[in-house]
Every structure is written in C-alpha cells, then in structure tokens.
C-alpha cells in the first residue's frame, strides 16, 4: 500500500469480476481525458485517508470506495438531512491504452480527489513493401 499524502493508494489484483456500471452510495465524479491521460475526479468532501481506497481490479476497472462519517446526534428533531453519511463504492470500466502500473492520486483538496491514469503510447511499426 503507498501512501500519497492523505489519500490510500491501494493497487489491488482480485479474481471477481465487477461490472463496468456499479454504484453504491453516493459520490459524484467527473471522468475526462486529454491526449495523454484520463483524469477521473471524485467529490470526497471531509474525508482523510482512512475514508478512501482506491483499487485496481484486473488491471480494467478503477475503483473508488470509503465510508463518509456518521451523522452527529443532535437534540431535537432534523428538518433537512442532506449531506453524506455511510458507504459508497464507485466503479469504472478502464479502456485498454492505459498504463494501470502508472496511476497516481493526488491529495484531496478542498474535498476533491484527483485520479490520473496515464495512456499507453501507440507504437507504429513501419512494414517494408517487397
């Protein structure tokens, strides 16, 4: 397990299988991509990393998981209940021309945490005509 600032990395091989689509909980999360690497971020609002793990399953799906703290009690009776509390899980299908042994996650900022995962490089391999 490596440790990049106050977020877990946990880079993990298993033998189930996970569906590109699973969501468990709720974390909302954006995925975008540039000509070298695709960025998925998470809202993570309050957590450390004690409330975060990132895995990678077969090398094919990223995926995002924790637990948001419990609600506080308070006296009296609640009118409005909005924020997060309990559980979530967040699961993605990775495309093939990624580099899984080079992604990083960077710190939570402001309750966001940023996930880059580099592309392969395409190799073009010039055949000579006889």
Do not use: Y
């Amino acid at each position: 397990m490596a440790r990049n600032g106050s977020i877990c990395l946990l880079l993990a091989r298993t033998t189930h299988i996970v569906l590109s689509s699973i969501s468990c909980g709720q974390v909302d999360a954006d995925w975008t991509e540039d000509c070298d690497s695709h960025f998925f971020i998470f809202d993570v609002p309050g957590l450390t990393v004690k409330d975060v793990t990132l895995d990678i399953i077969d090398d094919i799906h990223l995926q995002i998981s924790g637990e948001f703290p419990p609600e506080r009690n308070f006296p009296g009776k609640w009118h409005t209940k909005e924020r997060r509390t309990g559980a979530f899980r967040r699961t993605f299908q990775l495309p093939q021309d990624v580099l899984t042994s080079q992604i990083r996650a960077f710190d939570v900022e402001a309750g966001v945490l940023v996930v880059k995962v580099p592309k392969r490089k395409a190799f073009v391999r010039t055949i000579p005509i006889a």
